[in-house]
C-alpha cells in the first residue's frame, strides 16, 4: 500500500505554516504545498474541505489534520505516523 498524499494549504507569510512544512521535511515526508495566499478560489477549497479559515491546514489523503499545533501532536501522539503508513 503506497503512503497517502499529503496536502499542505499555506500561505507565504505564515510562521505556523513554515514550521508545519519543516516538521513534515523533517520526517522526510512529501507534500504537496498549495499557497492560498492570492488564489481565493483554492483558499475556497481549502475552506471547503476543512471548515477552517486560517492557515494552515493539513490534509493527509482525505482526513483533515487540522493546523499546525494538531499536526505537532499528531506527530507527537504517533497518530501522523500511522496515517501516512496508510493505517486510520
Do not use: N
Not at 504537496?32 to 478560489?41: K, L
Not at 487540522?66 to 496508510?86: F, N, P, T, Y
Amino acid at each position: 500500500m503506497s503512503a497517502p498524499p499529503i496536502t499542505v494549504y499555506s500561505a507565504g507569510w505564515c510562521p505556523y505554516c513554515q514550521r508545519a512544512k519543516a516538521l513534515l521535511r523533517d520526517k522526510g515526508l512529501a507534500f504537496t504545498e498549495i499557497d492560498v495566499d492570492e488564489d481565493s478560489a483554492r483558499r475556497a477549497e481549502m475552506v471547503a474541505r476543512s471548515g477552517r479559515g486560517t492557515v494552515p491546514q493539513i490534509f493527509v489523503g482525505d482526513r483533515h489534520v487540522g493546523g499546525c499545533d494538531d499536526l505537532i501532536a499528531s506527530d507527537r501522539s504517533g497518530e501522523l505516523d500511522r496515517l501516512v503508513q496508510g493505517d486510520r
